[in-house]
């Protein structure tokens, strides 16, 4: 009997010291566009975690709804809905991390620059907020156009006095996540255990896979290299095509975008050796923005991996996807500097 209760009291000693030896922070996350056909799901996957503590979700309808829903999980995050601008003080004040998939998604036909004229207002308005209400916060932009929603963010951080470029992010998560499904397929690998770096940025030729990179190593005949390349590109608008009008991408883009936002949280809370892909400001190429892999920390960015060694191949993706880049980022930074 001592000696049974010796080592169950030995236990809990242990483990009362682990728990005073991690440093684990409340993360507190908040989505906006919550409410949408990405929100819900990615509120959903995010409130099934106890790396978040709080979640708080904003859009500009149903998030009441989508709240109450969501509180009813026996999880740890607290959940609160905010509906509307003249509740962005709540819903973003003390926010750790900000999640924004707000805004109209294609339909068949339209490219992602297409959503430029609706989204750069809704990206430029809640980046507005965030510089008041969470100017520390990590932000992960998901809204399109991603190449240009990140420097319309950048620009009205600036504007405020708030920018700190390890701060804010374009999640292109999803590209990496269609990366190793389809290399896993073709090669018959267990997904989960394919890496595939993604560099560059998130629409059409801009999207480079370095497969050449690939963990575990693959190879692939010229042919087959160029058509699985091409498939990544095309990847988003295989699913707008697929939805026929409906949308485009929402329960793939979820699970990215929780990845993503874990990977915050793992950072904020001092883990070591989490790397994400993302769209960053960027002095690794010609381009001000550019992916590639990163180590995050608790400020965001910690280390810009760089490209690392590309085949050529990849060097002539990279090369012709810098032009495109280059414009969809002015275009971005001349819609906050030249409307004002
Ligand atoms: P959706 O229409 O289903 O949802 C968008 C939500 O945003 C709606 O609930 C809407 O009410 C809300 N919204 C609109 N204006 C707002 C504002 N001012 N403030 C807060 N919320 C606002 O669209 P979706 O399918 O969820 O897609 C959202 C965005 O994500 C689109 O721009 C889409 O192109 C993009 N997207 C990006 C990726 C990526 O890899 N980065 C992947 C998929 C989709
Ligand atoms: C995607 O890659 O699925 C998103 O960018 C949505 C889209 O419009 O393709």
Redesign the pocket.
């Known amino acids: 009997v001592f000696l049974l209760r010796s080592s169950a009291s030995a236990e809990v000693v242990n483990h009362v010291r682990r728990l005073s030896t991690t440093s684990t922070k409340n993360v507190k996350v908040a989505v906006?566009?919550?409410?949408?056909?990405?929100?819900q799901p990615l509120a959903l996957l995010l409130k099934q975690s106890p790396l978040v503590t709080k979640l708080s979700l904003?859009?500009?309808?149903?998030t009441p709804g989508v709240a109450a829903d969501l509180s009813h999980i026996d999880s740890p995050a607290v959940t609160s809905g905010h509906n509307g601008?003249e509740n962005l003080k709540d819903a973003l004040s003390g926010m750790d991390v900000v999640i924004i998939?707000?805004?109209?998604?294609?339909k068949p036909g339209m490219t992602?620059d297409d959503?430029f004229n609706t989204?750069a207002?809704?990206v430029r308005?809640?980046a507005e907020a965030c510089a008041k209400y969470c100017p520390k916060a990590l932000i992960g932009?998901?809204?399109?156009?991603?190449n240009s929603t990140v420097p319309i963010a950048s620009e009205v951080l600036k504007k405020a006095g708030t920018y700190d470029k390890r701060r804010i992010f374009?999640?292109?998560?999803?590209?990496v996540v269609r990366s190793n499904a389809f290399i896993a397929e073709a090669k018959k690998l267990d997904p989960r255990k394919v890496n595939v770096p993604v560099i560059g940025g998130?629409a059409g030729i801009t999207i480079i896979p370095v497969i050449s990179q690939a963990t575990p190593s693959v190879s692939f005949e010229k042919n087959q290299l160029e058509a699985l390349t091409l498939r990544i590109q095309d990847a988003?608008t295989e699913v707008v095509k697929a939805k026929a009008g409906s949308?485009?991408?929402?329960l793939?883009?979820a699970y990215?975008?929780a990845r993503f936002a874990f990977s915050l949280c793992k950072a904020i809370n001092g883990e070591s050796n989490v790397v994400e892909c993302a769209y960053i400001a960027s002095d690794i190429t010609e381009s001000p923005y550019f992916a590639t892999p990163i180590k995050l920390g608790k400020d965001g960015v910690a280390d810009n991996l760089g490209l690392g060694k590309l085949s050529s191949y990849e060097q002539d993706l990279v090369q012709a996807a810098i032009p495109e880049l280059q414009k969809s980022i002015k275009k971005g930074e001349d819609f906050v500097n030249k409307s004002s």
């Open positions: 906006c566009g919550a409410s949408g056909g990405i929100g904003y859009d500009i309808v149903h601008p998939p707000a805004g109209v998604p294609r992602r959503l989204n207002s809704i308005d809640l932009i998901i809204s399109n156009p991603v374009g999640v292109t998560t999803l590209d998130h988003g949308g485009s991408a929402t793939s883009m990215a975008g």
